[in-house]
């Protein structure tokens, strides 16, 4: 099993571990709010952290797999040598974006939370352990679309 086939693996298990909390975390949340009458003070913020992990990391995962949300219409209608040209572009743009954004500006932003000592209102963690999923992500994405870009250049033809 290859590198790129083992962090799909880990990517799934981290997902649905984090997908499970979050559901638990919510259960209980309607279930201290609304059957015992004393919400759990906790519950909101770790929902709202949980997300935001889920839906990066989940970016990252979908980013390996080709699944992500594209417009394709360009490519579709295009020849085989505009195709390949046009997906070299788009890689191109993806990993400019996950290396300049995610990497480089969530790099930033973990930096000053952790300078600042910013916690958490409920649970009183550091903010930057929470943001560092974003550069996390963004090594992630820019691993697996450099890794379809180098693909590309080394075949003739392009699969879709």
């Not at 649905?16 to 919510?26: F, K, N, P, R």
């Not at 490519?75 to 954004?101: C, H, M, N, P, T």
């Amino acid at each position: 099993m290859g590198f790129r086939a083992r962090l799909d693996k880990l990517l799934e298990w981290s997902l649905v571990t984090l997908m499970s909390i979050l559901v638990l975390d919510v259960l209980w949340q309607v279930i201290s709010r609304y059957v015992l009458t004393s919400p759990s003070s906790f519950t909101d913020e770790l929902a709202g952290f949980l997300l935001v992990w889920v839906g990066l990391l989940g970016s990252a995962y979908v980013t390996g797999k080709n699944e992500h949300l594209a417009i394709d219409v360009l490519i579709q209608r295009s020849g085989e040598s505009r195709k390949r040209i046009l997906r070299l572009f788009i890689y191109l743009v993806i990993a400019l974006f996950a290396l300049s954004v995610m990497i480089v500006g969530g790099a930033w932003l973990v930096y000053t939370r952790f300078y600042l000592n910013v916690n958490s209102a409920a649970l009183r963690i550091p903010l930057g352990y929470v943001y560092l999923i974003l550069p996390f992500s963004g090594c992630i994405v820019l691993y697996y679309t450099l890794d379809d870009f180098f693909k590309i250049l080394r075949t003739k033809t392009i699969a879709a």
